[in-house]
């Protein structure tokens, strides 16, 4: 029973969810802002309410619980916030495509009863992201979990429009914004996703109202020119000198339009002179605006000609631009046609292409805000990690434009605008006003546009503390510590929440700002739908579990690298978990009860060696996360205990804890071994919390959860620099034996002699702990040679100022050797020739994708080096046949 329970391996799916309720029923995730400790806090990026966890979600939410964990350990007060977002527009989209399967749309409801929908929605199947995290292990405290449209946070949406309004950086206006004909709502300039995009540029000839001449215009949607209100050129663009000013007649419409000139035309494009549509063309209404040119709206908000498109009214904007085209031709004034790749917006949710549409929307004036906020990051008030993103944040911020925060759509929150229909004045107010405050009239009208989605996710990190009331949260968790963010959202989420961080409470939100990187497919292509090579984080936890999952996240994400998940790393850090997991199973047969929880004070060569290596891999862990390279912390903790501690110490230090070893030695071993072991689980509990409390739980004595433990702090006093360098040279000479014994074929059983050449000085230590080496590299003897010794017929490696010499008579069959290394040299040689030929070959050196061609090079690598060692042991096995 007991041996086969030790084979048993570790099962990732028990231990999660029993580990999970435990600390939750232990209520360790909570915090509580009476108690002591220096306040560590991070609010999560709230994911849509309707998402579900993707790889992006699984590596943020890693590295925030990381942190999270650690902080905690290291005794201080912790909050991290978890919650979800509206997501006005995608939000919508799901429930419209709902009631599309039902057959109804939003319209026919009304906005009351489809804003009811959406909350039944949400009651239902929204945020099931939240228990994805849960899976994940954050450690959230669930009890403080926001939703960007809950009273508290419309109440502090509310309140910051009204503030912002009074300070008159709120306006509304009539602008030109990007509006998309499918959703139905303006979208800001972030919401466009410019594609490039094959088109047509057509030249249209305008002739002179009165005259022969005419101008010809060039443009990639003749459409517009139902609305043109003029023709503008450059005004130092000769070719158009002395006919500013002549009135042209617009073609089909038959409107007459000026020619006029504007610094804006780029006397490059097409013929110089482009016609000007103030009502769908951002720039086009800078100019109107300049030369007080009326605006002529030719398409509606679902995309279709109005009125004013004469003959055409009533088409869908695409037909119309054929028809146009058509009519063009027909009198002959389409001159002509050529291909031309472009930018084209398109809607970030539904992909539509945009229409610049002139309407009245609410903006934000960000200029006084990005000011702070550039400040803030300039002063390091704020630090963007890696500094690299620092550059893209001033030049956004120092570029900013007027930010158009008005949605058409339902689902989000009201702007707190109130008209009186009556005497035309427009109240802005956090509670609805009775009457109006100029006329009395009691008959208001509330605004029907939305707020921006990420006009409520600007105030995050301080409405979700109780923002605007004067919380203890708010007091206590205010600036929080560390965002950890994806750099898709650098501009829509975080430089918004700098912004408005420190208009309402005067500091910035945030002291650190980490910036992660993309999580990508095993070939480093993005994980895309079309591209079908999602990977679903909650399978890769099912298959490997939790622990292992993450790991590899975190061996992975090294600051500014985009990661590549791969089965094989999956794998073998999966291998490392069990490692783990029987080392505990090790440490628990060997400890009991009785077994001292404090460090003896006399220790072995291998104790000594152990506790320090344990103090400097201490330091690099908490430097690594401290410094946000998660890479490197999880890497020094893996090479740490996998080959110092599993490989080596647990090896070295058997015979002290064989029952035939003296008591006191043995009760000795056992408390250096659990005190090591206890420190690598503590130290890896922020990277393997579910692990790390199933083992910290099997092992002797009373315990609780390990999250409530005390991080690691590095001892300078148990640094030993001398024992790290004998111990060191030791492990090199056995290493050096091992491979010569597996490079010549020596039967594992069979003990070999080492001889040992060298000054006596250095080879003090060696003879000092011989029992090592004896047990370690199978010898049944190690001898000390003088230096004047010639190892002819041994086998040598040199480490240091000493030669290992291994004596091969006995030990192997000669003859078989030489044949089995001369037929290894032809195989390899064999294999060489292949490979040479490839990388000689310019075909396939251009046609091979990169990473093979650099797989052939480190083969042939590779192979010129196993020939190397090949030919050496076959000159050497020779030498006794001859
Ligand atoms: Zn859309
Ligand atoms: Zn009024």
Redesign the pocket.
Known sequence: MEARDQEKSYDPAVAESKWYRYWEGLSLFRADPACPGESYCIVIPPPNVTGSLHMGHALNVTLQDVLIRYHRMLGKNVLWLPGTDHAG?ATQNVVERLLAGEGVDRQSLGREIFEERVWKWKEESGGAILNQLKRLGAACDWSRERFTMDEGLSRAVREAFVLLHRKGLIYRGRYIINW?P??H?A?SDLEVAHVETKGWLYYIRYPELSGTQSVVVATTRPETMLGDTAVAVHPGDERYTGRIGVTLRLPIMNRPIPLLSDEMVDPAFGTGAVKITPAHDPNDFEVAKRHDLPAVRVIDDAGMMTGEAGSFAGMDRFACREAVLESLRKEGILIKEEQYLHNVGH?Y????VVEPTESIQWFVKTKPLAEPAIRAVRSGETRIIPPNWERTYFDWMENIRDWCISRQIWWGHRIPAYHCPACGLTMVEVDAPDRCSSCGSDNLRREEDVLDTWFSSGLWPFSTLGWPDRTEDLSRYYPTSTLVTGFDILFFWVARMMMMGIEFTGKAPFRDVVIHALVRDPKGEKMSKTRGNVIDPLELMERYGTDAFRFTLLALAAQGRDIRMSDERLEGYRNFMNKLFQAGRFVRMHADDNTVRDLPPERSAADRWILSRLQRVIDEIRKGIEEYRFNEASSAFYQFTWHEFCDWYLEMIKPSLQPDAPAEIRERQRAVLLYVFEMILRLSHPFLPFLTEEIWHSLPGERGSILTEVYPVADPDRTDVDIEKDMGHLMEVIRAVRNMRSELHVPPAKRVEIRLKGQSESLAFLRDHEEIILRLARAERVVHREPEYIPVEDATAVVNDIEVCLPLAGLIDFRKEASRLRKEIDKANAEHSVVCAKLGNDKFLANAPGDIVDAHRIRKGELEAKLGSLSRNLALVTRYLS
Request: proline fraction near 0%; charge should be positive; glycine fraction near 0%.
């Open positions: 527009i998309c499918r959703c709502t979208l809607c949710r539904c992909k539509t």
